[in-house]
């Protein structure tokens, strides 16, 4: 039987790989990665991260994908970080065997499945940010017979998850640090409100005040006789102001392996050029122009996340050319009437407005190099949202 990594769009296109000119047949909508950018990309920061010190832990909720984790650990990533304990378990069932679930796990089923992970991955880590979660997650681990690494979930003034610096944080730390079931690794802290912040002055100020309060509070534990072995935290959109704070041991770094419209926005719009290029795209095909400057294509709404707008067309549509949402299948092109006709088949290639949540709408990745499809990567976290 096929597993559904090998239906779909990777069955239809396999047979263009090493083919010239194959990435302009590919079975449309297609979610295509330039692998010369893409690779340029994981050098570029696997540099940075060496010239700084820092270690990396990249998020593996971009890419969902073991080949890219792969490639990443290869380039000396400490190991991945995965959003949900489903993608952990896909990103483990591939063979990576190095990685942090960065959100709380609380339910009575979703700890026996952490416990069962956590017997078969070598280097798996957890995080909490509440005292009775952690009861619970001590209990099982207890019963399974194996210690848990955690780590203490702190928050940054976001609010989405942790516990804020101060006292109930230290009695957190105390209890999981002194729990036989667990093995205390350190804290997490990561700012996902300042990621797209585009003053450069106004990102840099507030990440580097919450990695102060993060340092307070180290020093707090410290005088209380812990010392957290690891700090992890930031983005990709302050991972090169949060290594000037010296409290981070490493950098949960994702977006950078693809960039998107998004991020892309954060530098132009602070007046500064992207730190890395764009190599995730969609491919889509022209199915209908029979309107002067109107064409339809095959990429709608269930081709991109919509939550950051439209796509922004980097090549195969006339200059100035924009793309807008025609329906569910269907996208539009709008270009200026004297510019020509597109025509049904031709190939239009889109920068995602935002790379994280387009990922987990396709089943594989289609690698290219120029104009020759290179290889078709599975994308086996792909729906694991539990």
């Known amino acids: 039987m096929m597993t559904r990594q090998q239906t779909g769009a990777q069955e239809i296109n396999a047979a263009l790989i090493g083919k010239a000119g194959g990435r302009y047949e590919l079975a449309t909508p297609a979610l295509v990665i330039d692998l010369d950018i893409f690779e340029r990309n994981v050098a570029r920061m ?44 896909a990103l483990a069932d591939a063979g990576v065997d190095s990685i942090l679930i960065t959100s709380p796990v609380v339910t009575d089923r979703g700890i026996a499945r952490l416990m069962q992970l956590n017997a078969r991955v070598g280097n798996l880590m957890a995080v909490c940010d509440n005292a009775g ?40 730390v105390q209890m999981v640090a002194r729990n036989p079931a667990f093995e205390f690794k350190g804290l997490q802290c990561y700012a996902g409100n300042l990621q797209h912040l585009e003053s450069g002055n106004e990102r840099r100020d507030r990440s580097l005040a919450a990695l102060g309060e993060l340092a307070d509070f180290c020093r707090r534990l410290r005088g209380e006789g812990i010392a957290p072995d690891i700090l992890t935290g930031g983005g990709t959109g302050t991972f090169d102001i949060d290594p000037d704070a010296r409290i981070l041991t490493e950098l949960q770094v994702g977006s950078y392996v693809f960039m998107d419209r998004q991020y892309n926005d954060v530098w132009e719009k602070s007046g500064s050029p992207a730190p890395f290029e764009t190599a995730l795209f969609v491919q889509t095909t022209v199915i209908s122009a029979n309107r002067d400057g109107l064409a339809t294509t095959d990429a709608g709404f269930k081709a991109f996340a919509t939550d950051a707008g439209p796509p922004q067309i980097v090549s195969g549509a006339p200059p100035g050319a924009g793309y807008f949402f025609f329906g569910d299948e269907q996208g539009g092109i709008l270009y200026a009437p004297d510019q020509g006709r597109l025509k049904p088949g031709d190939v239009v290639t889109c920068a995602v407005p935002h790379c994280d949540p387009t990922v987990n709408l396709y089943d594989c990745y289609h690698l290219i190099r120029g104009e020759r499809l290179d290889a078709i990567w599975p994308i086996e976290a792909r729906g694991r949202s539990a």
């Open 46 to 89: 696997a540099a940075f991260a060496r010239a700084r010190g820092i270690a990396l832990r990249p998020h593996a909720k971009t890419h969902k994908c073991a080949e890219i984790a792969g490639r990443q650990i290869a380039a000396g990533a400490l190991g991945i970080c995965a959003a949900k304990l489903g993608e952990a378990e």
């Open 133 to 172: 979660t952690a009861a619970k997650l001590a209990e099982a681990a207890t019963a399974h017979g194996r210690k848990l690494r955690l780590l203490v979930d702190m928050d940054p003034g976001m609010g989405r998850t942790g516990v804020r610096p101060g006292d109930n944080a230290a009695q957190l």
